[in-house]
Nanobody
Framework: QVQLVESGGGLVQAGGSLRLACAAS????????MGWFRQAPGKEREFVAI????????NYEDSVKGRFTISRDNAKNMVYLQMNNLKPEDTAVYYC???????????????WGQGTQVTVSS
């Protein structure tokens, strides 16, 4: 199996930046499509970003396009989410996930981290 651990969350003012990191252990990270999802209180888990096995393809939820960047370093078993120009609406628990197909649905992913809280103040 794969274990995923997120880090880098915290409290930031609107307009600020954070970089989330996801460290993987178990099978090599290159075997998986990687995604970031988020969940705010009372809302469904929402797709944020996805990156293909080799990192040559990415997709983003419309509200984060131009602000967030997903990247991966398979040699280090790491995935990152650079978040710039953060907005209060970005406040949520952010989850790293690994799956076998290039999909944006959360139920298409097999492995999940524990989540890291991101809070953006106005």
């Amino acid at each position: 199996q794969v274990q995923l651990v997120e880090s880098g969350g915290g409290l930031v003012q609107a307009g600020g930046s954070l970089r989330l990191a996801c460290a993987a252990s178990g099978r090599t990270l290159s075997s998986y499509v990687m995604g970031w999802f988020r969940q705010a209180p009372g809302k469904e888990r929402e797709f944020v970003a996805i990156i293909s096995w080799r990192g040559d393809s990415t997709n983003y939820e419309d509200s984060v396009k131009g602000r967030f960047t997903i990247s991966r370093d398979n040699a280090k078993n790491m995935v990152y989410l650079q978040m710039n120009n953060l907005k209060p609406e970005d406040t949520a628990v952010y989850y790293c996930a690994a799956g076998g197909r290039y999909r944006t649905r959360f139920d298409e992913y097999t492995y999940w981290g524990q989540g890291t809280q991101v809070t953006v103040s106005s």
